[in-house]
């Protein structure tokens, strides 16, 4: 069983930055990909990134490519959301996900534990 808690988000404006992190309880973290998702008002949750358990294969949506960048930390059971540039267009719910594998996928599915969610609200 793994439990997730996403962290740090807020409201900024347009151009600025912000910093999420997913701790994770249980042993299995180290061994788990890991994505971060993200739903706004009325749309469906989407990818936005996810990483494979090593760190050494990260995937990108399109719509953040350059600006947000996906890390983990296996020692402190944690994973991070970099996110910089932020635009209106990147409002929403985000959540942080965790899949019994080692690689990750880009279909939500295909993850089996997930945090409750951390608001993200990007004035223009």
């Known amino acids: 069983q793994v439990q997730l808690v996403e962290s740090g988000g807020g409201l900024v404006q347009a151009g600025g930055s912000l910093r999420l992190s997913c701790a994770a309880s249980?042993?299995?973290?180290?061994?788990?990909?890991m994505g971060w998702f993200r739903q706004a008002p009325g749309k469906e949750r989407d990818i936005v990134a996810a990483i494979s358990w090593s760190g050494s294969s990260i995937y990108y949506a399109d719509s953040v490519k350059g600006r947000f960048t996906i890390s983990r930390d296996n020692a402190k059971n944690t994973m991070y959301l970099q996110m910089n540039s932020l635009k209106p267009e990147d409002t929403a719910v985000y959540y942080c996900?965790?899949?019994?594998?080692?690689?990750?996928?880009?279909?939500?599915?295909?993850?089996?534990?997930w945090g409750q969610g951390t608001q993200v609200t990007v004035s223009s």
């Open positions: 249980g042993r299995t973290f180290r061994t788990s990909a």
């Open positions: 996900a965790a899949r019994s594998a080692r690689y990750y996928h880009t279909q939500q599915n295909e993850y089996n534990y």
